[in-house]
């Protein structure tokens, strides 16, 4: 049965170890002299431990995917969030894992930690060359929030979108 919950600190290598072989796929995208750069910032989950809860998916003991989450999305180094949000970033299921729930899971988890404090907003960045990520999102009703998109050296992080309260009221 697969359960999300944080991650304790024995488990985040592996959690970074996930992230890193989820994203591997996206190396041909980057320049050679900002591979190394990017990568490792994507499988750095220890600077975002103070602001943040990894949070993991787990089935029979098993470490399907990671997501990091961040209560005050303004301290995700994400670009800017507008105060009160709450961020979530690198969301990353194992490969021989994707398409079973998992990524589904891991980013309901976040919308359910937005209901329990409050918060009325959680945004995210992806790309337009991640997506199954994309998609994932906007079937969970995520909504472009364009004047959110961050522009980075080698591509347009665009913003998203998940107005907690209005569309757990037009689910009713």
Do not use: K
């Not at 600077?47 to 089935?59: F, G, N």
């Not at 398409?99 to 329990?116: P, S």
């Amino acid at each position: 049965m697969l359960v999300v919950r944080n991650a304790s600190r024995d488990e985040l290598a592996l959690a970074s170890t996930i992230i890193l072989d989820a994203y591997h796929e996206f190396r041909p995208i980057f320049p050679p002299e900002r591979w190394d750069t990017v990568y490792a910032r994507w499988g750095d989950v220890w600077s975002p431990l103070l602001h943040s809860e990894i949070l993991v998916a787990v089935d029979n003991d098993r470490l399907l995917g990671v997501v990091i989450f961040y209560p005050n999305g303004s301290l995700s180094g994400q670009g800017e969030w507008p105060a009160g949000w709450a961020g979530m970033a690198r969301l990353a299921v194992r490969p021989e894992h994707r398409r079973q729930g998992v990524g589904r899971a891991l980013t309901e988890a976040c919308i359910h930690r937005c209901r329990q404090r409050a918060i009325a907003t959680l945004g995210l960045h992806t790309t337009d060359w991640m997506v199954a990520a994309r998609a994932l999102y906007e079937r969970l009703r995520f909504t472009r929030e364009p004047s959110l998109d961050w522009q980075l050296p080698d591509t347009l992080a665009m913003g998203y979108r998940y107005d907690v309260g209005r569309v757990r009221a037009a689910l009713r």
